[in-house]
C-alpha cells in the first residue's frame, strides 16, 4: 500500500484530468480549477458528460464479463478518483471475492481511495506511474495481492489517452500483457476524434492546459494496441455499443473500446 505520509502535494489551481473525470461522474473530489477546465470541454463539446458516462458504463459491462468468465483478479492502470460504481463494487454486486489493485499517480485520488478501501482487504490503491510495469509490479499493492501464475484482467480504460507517443503506448500495453498468465484479460477503451475531429480539437486544447494533457488516437492505431489478443464480441466497438444493454440507436461517443482474450 502506498504510504500516505509520502504523498507529494498537490496544487489546486492545476487542473488534473482524474479530479475533471470525477467532476463529470458528478463526484465530490475535484477543486475550482478542475470544474472550471471541465466546464471548458462541455462548451466545446456539449456530449462531454454523456463521454464520461458511456466510458464507466463499459467498464461495468466489462467487468461484469470478466467475472462472468472466472476472472477474480484485476489490475487497473489509471483508475482514477474512487467515485461510486468502481471496480471493487461491481464485484462485490456480484457476490465476488475479487482482488482489485488500482494503480494512479494523482494524489488526490490515491488518498481517497485508501480511505474508501480500508475496510476492504481484498483492493488496493498503489501511486505509481504507469509507465514503468516494472514499478507497478514490484509494488506491495499489486505484489502481494495479485497471484500473477492465475489469469488476471488488466484494465485500461481511458488511461492510454495520457500516455504521449513518445513513451509508445502501444509498446507499453505489450509489456504489461507480456507479464500476466494465458486466459488474462485485456480491457481497454480510447479516446479518439475519428467522429468528431473540430470538437475534439477543441477538447485537445483544453487538456493540454492542465497536469495530463491527452492524445486522441485513431481506430487503427487503439487496434494496435490490443495487438496478439483475441477481441471477443463485438470487436473494436464504440464504447457505447460494446454489449450495449439497451438499444440507444446511433449515439457515438467518441470513445473506442473492446475486450481482448490473452492466449
Not at 462548451?43 to 458511456?54: C, L, S, T
Not at 499517480?105 to 483492493?123: G, H, I, K
Not at 487503427?220 to 473494436?236: I, N, S
Amino acid at each position: 500500500m502506498t504510504d500516505l505520509s509520502k504523498l507529494p502535494a498537490v496544487d489546486p489551481e492545476v487542473p488534473n484530468a482524474a479530479r475533471m473525470y470525477d467532476y463529470y461522474l458528478g463526484g465530490s473530489h475535484n477543486f475550482a480549477a478542475d470544474r472550471a477546465a471541465a466546464e471548458r470541454v462541455k462548451a466545446a463539446i456539449p456530449y462531454a458528460v454523456d463521454v464520461a458516462r458511456a466510458n464507466r458504463f463499459f467498464l461495468h459491462r466489462a467487468v461484469r464479463f470478466c467475472i462472468g468468465e472466472g476472472l477474480d483478479q484485476f489490475l487497473d492502470l489509471g483508475s482514477g478518483i474512487p467515485t461510486v460504481g468502481n471496480v471493487h463494487e461491481i464485484a462485490r454486486n456480484l457476490g465476488s471475492r475479487a482482488r482489485v489493485a488500482y494503480i494512479d499517480n494523482e494524489p488526490v485520488t490515491v488518498a481517497s481511495a485508501a480511505a474508501l478501501l480500508e475496510d476492504d482487504p481484498l483492493a488496493t490503491i498503489t501511486m505509481a506511474d504507469i509507465r514503468d510495469p516494472d514499478a507497478v509490479f514490484a509494488a506491495p499493492g499489486v505484489r502481494d495481492l495479485l497471484d500473477l501464475s492465475r489469469p488476471v484482467a488488466l484494465l485500461t480504460v481511458a488511461a492510454l489517452p495520457f500516455i504521449p507517443d513518445e513513451d509508445d503506448p502501444v509498446g507499453l500495453a505489450q509489456r504489461y500483457r507480456s507479464r500476466l498468465a494465458p486466459g488474462s484479460i485485456h480491457v481497454l477503451s480510447h479516446g479518439t476524434a475519428d467522429h468528431d475531429p473540430a470538437e475534439l480539437r477543441a477538447l485537445g486544447d483544453v487538456y493540454r492546459n492542465t497536469a495530463n494533457p491527452v492524445t486522441l488516437r485513431t481506430r487503427d492505431v487503439v487496434a494496435d494496441m490490443l495487438r496478439d489478443t483475441e477481441l471477443v464480441e463485438p470487436g473494436l466497438v464504440d464504447a457505447t455499443e460494446w454489449r450495449p444493454e439497451d438499444t440507444i440507436g446511433d449515439q457515438h461517443r467518441g470513445i473506442w473500446a473492446a475486450v481482448g482474450c490473452i492466449r
